[in-house]
């Protein structure tokens, strides 16, 4: 008698997703489009189009998350105004479960005005309820947690100043719980970068821009054991931030995107060949695919990365953060 050989176990692709809970802005963006740098002095320009749409690097996030198919919550703020139902209605059509979404009487929901050019943007905010969320509200959401763990991503650490004093701590508690924990710090409109050397043990995934990697690596100085000195300058600067704690998932815009972990070795992964309507909220749809990875159980960086990447393209081919973004059948045909 023969026994059959052993085959060891194909990752079960069937299994339920792991929740992802991300926390941080929701507002609106009013995105023009068009080739017009503003001027003052009372000139009236034209542009080609105006989009109302969902914004927040969280909501953005969020919401890509949610359409690659996995269970979605927002822990967030918005005002009791016509933007704050219009931010909801957006979150909750494209399934993100808002029900940890605080609207806030008498306040006012942020509103970014963002010039989209093909190959740059300008953007104005008025922060409204951006910076008034703290991290107990987002501890009490873990508080109240039924059901298994999974990936808590936070963005916009520099817009929420309040959520930004208690994360360290939020981020501590959600690991013990057995969260894995995600940040997308996006910019510092202060050019500051400060807090992150105490936040970035406590973070499994940061997800840079290619400027956001280098100010973070800058403002923070050599990691702790010194950056090992080889590869281009911006995988030198990536080790030295990995070197203290997250793995570091780069945002390269039309390149894709690569990433380097504690070990230093790079994974790289191209984005798509497309025709660009418009980049806002790239990013955010990039870490949509990386966390929807993570969610899926996809334990390959190089096909973590693909799958950001590929989620970024795709996200480029409507107008705002959320007009294109990729459903999980999408995102397969699209990376197959
Ligand atoms: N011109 C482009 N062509 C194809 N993909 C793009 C393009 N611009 C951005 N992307 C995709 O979106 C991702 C994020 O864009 P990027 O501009 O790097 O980030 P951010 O929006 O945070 O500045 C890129 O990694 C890539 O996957
Ligand atoms: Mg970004």
Known sequence: MTTPPTVPAAPDRT???RPVVVVGDANVDLVLRG???????????????GDLVLGGSASIAAAGVARLGVPTTLVARVGADVFGTFTLDALRA???DVSAVDVARDEATGLSVILSTPDDRAILTVPGTIPTLTGSHALAV???????????HVASYFLQPRLAADLPAVLVSARERGWTTSLDTNWDPAERWTGLADLLPHVDVLLPNRNELRAVAGALGPGPQ??????????VLARAVAARGPRVVVKDGARGG??????????RAPGLAVEVVDTTGAGDSFDAGYLAALAHGIEDETERVRWAAC?????TLGPGGTGAQATFAA??????
């Open 15 to 17: 299994a339920a997703p």
């Open 35 to 49: 080739d017009v740098v503003p001027r003052f002095g009372q000139a009236e320009q034209l542009a080609d189009s």
């Open 94 to 96: 494209a399934g993100v």
């Open 142 to 152: 873990l508080d109240g947690w039924h059901g298994p763990p999974g990936v808590v």
């Open 226 to 235: 010194g950056a090992a000195h080889t590869g281009d300058r911006d995988v």
């Open 258 to 267: 690569w990433s380097v972990g504690p070990a230093g070795a790079v994974v």
């Open 311 to 315: 989620a970024g393209s795709l996200s």
């Open 331 to 336: 995102l397969r045909a699209a990376l197959a």
